[in-house]
Structure formats: C-alpha cells, structure tokens
C-alpha cells in the first residue's frame, strides 16, 4: 500500500522559515516525480514545485521561485521543501503527491498524480 505522509507545517510570522517533509512508503520511490501543491481556503489546489524522479531537474512556480527549494533523498524515500521567506498568502494545506516518472508536461498537474498525501497545515502570520 503506497503512503505519502507530509510533516513540518506549523504556524510561522512572515518572513520565516519552515521546512516541510514527505515521506513515502510501497513504492519504488527512486522512479517517482514528486510535486508539492497547496490549497487555501476556498481556492483550487495548486502547484508549488516539483522535482524529478532522478532529482536532476526541478520545477517550481513563479510566485515561490527564489524562496522555496525542493530536494529529495531516495535513501530516505524523503522529498523536502525548503521555504524560507514566507509571506502570509503562502498559508494553505500543503499536500505531496507522487507519479511513475511523470514528464515535464505533466508535471504541475493535479490530476497527473496518482498518489497523494493527507496534507501539512502552514499558516504564515503578517
């Protein structure tokens, strides 16, 4: 049974920093693309960043790039995302989510995911 467990959200003033955590189990997770997405109240889910199956490219949008880093570590079956000035419209539920080497095309896509996370909490007071 494949689980995608996020940690590290909290309460944080802006301008902080947190470093949120996926831990992934039942897969061969050296063969899986890895995205973060976040959710706030009342708005659609969406794409943060994501990282290859390899880690040797990473994807992020706009409005984070500069602030948050993804990373992963196949030995620990972890993915990481650094963020570090963070801004109060940053507050949402952060989910991970995994798919079998997912192509550049595919790879902001909520539905392109197959495997997802129960969610972190950040919450970024101004």
């Known amino acids: 049974q494949v689980q995608l467990v996020e940690s590290g959200g909290g309460l944080v003033q802006a301008g902080g920093s947190l470093r949120l955590s996926c831990a992934a189990s039942?897969?061969?997770?050296?063969?899986?693309?890895v995205g973060w997405f976040r959710q706030a109240p009342g708005k659609e889910r969406e794409f943060v960043a994501a990282?290859?199956?390899?880690?040797?490219?990473?994807y992020d949008v706009d409005s984070v790039k500069g602030r948050f880093t993804i990373s992963r570590d196949n030995a620990k079956s972890t993915v990481y995302l650094q963020m570090n000035s963070l801004k109060p419209e940053d507050t949402a539920v952060y989910y991970c989510?995994?798919?079998?080497?997912?192509?550049?095309?595919?790879?902001?896509?909520?539905?392109?995911?197959?495997?997802w996370g129960q969610g972190t909490q950040v919450t970024v007071s101004s």
């Open positions: 039942g897969l061969t997770f050296a063969s899986y693309t």
């Open positions: 989510a995994a798919r079998y080497k997912a192509s550049a095309l595919l790879i902001r896509a909520v539905t392109a995911y197959n495997y």
């Open positions: 990282i290859s199956w390899s880690g040797g490219r990473t």
